[in-house]
Structure formats: structure tokens, C-alpha cells
């Protein structure tokens, strides 16, 4: 169970999306500002991965590739996880689209994706599920504060669909 953050935490729709680079699951750079100009950015803040709510997000997205590159839209997944479990993650998982690692949370903070959790009757920090959508004109299109796991690939690509 997690606690609803108010919006004045989040990013702002149509406010450039907050910037950031971040290495993948090879250690290799990812900047935002690589696609700007040319693709729609999925991005999306997840806990942990090789759980089982992020494993069926993760395999979602990956069996939509093909529509997500229809749509002119890369799909980057951003937990805290280190590069090398990444890695692992997408090898165990065959995933086909890049995972980055924000290990001190900094751009999930940046993004208000980061905050206080309720699991079994513990309270404490950590990542929230949530989505952004980002236009080729890096500006924020859309933010998803309550993603369904099962559903996020078909939730985010109607979204795309009917508005970029």
C-alpha cells in the first residue's frame, strides 16, 4: 500500500521534464536529452527489479516493443538498483529496452518518486510507481501516479496513441 503523494510533488504537465543522465545495465550513459528532438520518452520509476510486480511490468512493456517504436516512444525503466543486477534483470527476463540506475535516488527525488511506503505494516522509504510521459520537445505530457502493473504497456500506449 502506498500513500498518494500530493501532485505539487510532481513534475508539472507541460514543464520541460526534469534533465538527468544516469548510467543503463551495460554502465553506459543515458541522458535525457539524447531523444530530444526525436523520440517520445516513456519513463518509468519502479523498486526494485527480479520482484514480481516489476517483472510483469517489465515483460509488458518488453512483448510491446514493436508498438512502442511504432509510436516513435523509447521506454526507459529507472529503479535504484546497481548496473550489474540491471543486467541481470534484463538477461533473466530477455528484456529489450533500457534499464537505468538511480542508486541514490536522485532523479527519482527530482521527479517526486520517491517517498514513504506502507508494506506489512512497516513504513519506510523508497521508490513509488509511477510514469512520465515525455514529448520530443522534452516537455511532460502526461504523469501516471497509480500505475496497474498488469496494465501499464496498454495504458501507457493508449495514452501515446491518442496524444502525440
Known amino acids: 500500500m502506498v500513500r498518494s503523494l500530493s501532485m505539487a510533488n510532481l513534475p508539472k504537465i507541460g514543464n520541460l521534464a526534469p534533465a538527468f543522465t544516469l548510467k543503463d545495465q551495460n554502465g553506459e550513459k543515458v541522458s535525457l536529452k539524447d531523444f530530444k528532438g526525436k523520440k517520445n520518452v516513456v519513463l518509468y520509476f519502479y523498486p526494485k527489479a527480479m520482484t514480481p510486480g516489476c517483472t510483469v511490468q517489465a515483460c509488458g512493456i518488453r512483448d510491446y516493443k514493436k508498438e512502442f517504436a511504432k509510436a516513435d516512444t523509447v521506454v526507459l525503466g529507472v529503479s535504484p538498483d546497481a548496473p550489474e543486477r540491471l543486467a541481470k534483470f534484463e538477461e533473466k527476463q530477455d528484456l529489450n529496452f533500457t534499464l537505468l540506475s538511480d542508486p541514490e535516488h536522485k532523479i527519482a527525488e527530482k521527479y517526486g518518486s520517491w517517498g514513504e511506503k506502507k508494506f506489512m505494516g512497516k513504513v519506510y522509504d523508497g521508490i513509488l510507481r509511477q510514469t512520465f510521459i515525455i514529448g520530443k520537445d522534452g ?16 495504458d501507457v500506449l493508449s495514452f501515446i496513441k491518442e496524444n502525440l
Open 139 to 154: 516537455r511532460l505530457k502526461e504523469v501516471m501516479a497509480k500505475v496497474k502493473t498488469k496494465s501499464h504497456h496498454d
